[in-house]
């Protein structure tokens, strides 16, 4: 998965996928609290869709207000929205505007990355079995550690060796962390993981 093109489609199938997922959920369970600390399912996946529901210069302004305060507005937002309709919210993931969307700066790649680690966030506390396709975790593993992503999530990786379980991918050398491919991005990116998905030493 090299290109654009190929980046797209992984992204828009991500997006579908987890409005299948969530399209099966009751409403008791949308009030699921979810990786993300302080955040119920609801206001992860009104955060991950903000571009489904305003516009660029929409956004701008509401950060504007904020001071250019990205955390602060991003609360606000996912805040606020998290009370929308769950048909709504689903409707936002399943988005032609979503499928096509790219972070400033980010491209499709940071796209796929916000879309995976988030329908993880959403799902893993349900307990829902959900795979992200072998290819797309690898890209988004090498993005979160030859790219430097983690270290946007204070995490720190260097001296550790981080090997997959369930395909052929592993990083660096030292203190090994094991896990499967959605486990240890999670982990990359400082989420507290249920007891027992993961082998080793934590980050």
């Known amino acids: 998965m090299t290109d654009d093109a ?16 969530l399209d099966g959920i009751s409403e008791a369970e949308w009030d699921t609290p979810s990786l993300c600390e302080g955040w119920r399912i609801r206001e992860v996946v009104a955060h991950l869709t903000m ?14 207000e904020c001071d250019f305060d990205f955390t ?7 805040g606020h929205d998290a009370e929308l309709a769950t048909t709504e919210l689903v409707a936002n993931v399943r988005s032609d505007v979503m499928r096509h969307w790219t972070p400033p700066g980010g491209g499709y790649h940071g796209a796929l990355n916000h879309v995976v680690i988030h329908g993880l966030d959403a799902t893993v506390p349900l307990g829902v079995p959900r795979r992200v396709p072998e290819e797309t975790i690898r890209v988004v593993l090498n ?10 999530f204070g995490i720190d990786i260097e001296g550790r060796a981080l090997r997959a379980t369930d395909l052929d991918w592993s990083y660096g050398s030292g203190a090994e962390l094991r896990g499967a491919g959605e486990d240890l991005a999670l982990m990359i990116c400082g989420r507290r993981l249920p007891a027992g998905r993961v082998e080793g030493d934590p980050l």
């Open 6 to 21: 190929d980046l797209q489609r992984a992204v828009a199938n991500e997006f579908s996928a987890l409005a299948d997922l």
């Open 51 to 64: 571009a489904a529901r305003y516009s660029g210069d929409e956004f701008m302004a509401r950060l504007r």
């Open 72 to 78: 602060r507005l991003s609360n606000e937002i996912a």
């Open 143 to 152: 993005d979160l550690t030859a790219g430097g992503g983690h270290s946007n």
